[in-house]
């Protein structure tokens, strides 16, 4: 029998929210976006703009990794994949972002009351822009006719829709090659308790890259479905 782990509630900001909650047909829509992968980058059809993701910075307040959009050379997004569940993390987060897009770089100003976090920040982001410029020096000249191997070996799968005592669960998920990127839930239970699970479910998903992964403290329910409908995504990708 799996052991109980207790929840965690994870609060996440940044200028593009990980996890959204919206309301739908009597359960919620809850999108999870991250990823442990250190310094993985896909190049849309077209070949200019490509998402990269920095390495995993651990600090005393906790992990942080960014996620930057680059138009050719252009920084046009930045979003933050984990960062410390701290008031003024939250309160940094768009500063240290509008700062990066202004300035073009990770030469970016520490942010008054979160020094830790402002830091492993510009050293996650500069991973990711150098991870980008070693991609576009080691692309071939043909690279912007095509979509890149990264981006065709890109696939999404839906699990199935498992009926539970508290809610429909389903989730979808994102599997670049053979590893599981990223858990978006289609569907969840319309609970606290579940809200809170969802992203404890996920970054075990994550780390485990399988659905062998534990039940979550006050959601066993849900975490059945979750795990049911996770294996039945892998399945189907075979």
């Known amino acids: 029998m799996k052991r109980a782990i207790p929840v965690l509630v994870l609060s ?5 929210p990980v996890w959204r909650y919206a309301p739908s047909d009597g359960s919620t829509t809850t999108t999870e976006a991250a990823s442990p992968a250190s310094t993985p980058s896909a190049s849309a059809p ?22 930057v959009t680059f138009d050719g050379d252009e920084i046009t997004a930045v979003k933050l994949l984990r960062q410390p569940d701290h008031p003024q993390t939250e309160a940094a987060v768009p500063q240290l972002v509008a700062e990066t897009l202004e300035a073009q770089s ?4 520490t942010v008054s009351g979160a020094t830790i976090t402002s830091d492993g920040y510009r050293k996650s982001l500069q991973a990711a822009i150098d991870a980008a410029a070693e991609s576009a020096s080691a692309a071939p000249p043909s690279s912007s006719a095509a979509p890149s191997a990264s981006a065709a070996a890109s696939q999404v799968v839906a699990g199935s829709a498992v009926d539970t005592e508290k809610g429909t ?33 996920v ?21 059945e479905g979750y795990v049911e409908s996770l294996q039945a995504a892998i399945d189907a990708k075979g």
């Open 12 to 16: 996440v900001a940044g200028l593009i």
């Open 46 to 67: 077209g070949g200019s703009s490509q998402v990269v993701r920095g390495t995993t910075v651990e600090t005393e307040k906790g992990p942080v990794q960014v996620e």
């Open 106 to 109: 990770a030469d970016v100003d």
């Open 169 to 201: 669960v389903q989730v979808e998920v994102t599997f670049e090659g053979g590893t599981i990127a990223s858990v978006r839930m289609l569907r969840q239970p319309d609970h606290p308790q579940t809200e809170a699970a969802v992203p404890q479910l």
């Open 203 to 223: 970054a075990e998903t994550l780390e485990a890259q399988s659905a062998d992964i534990d039940t979550v403290s006050g959601a066993t329910i849900t975490s």
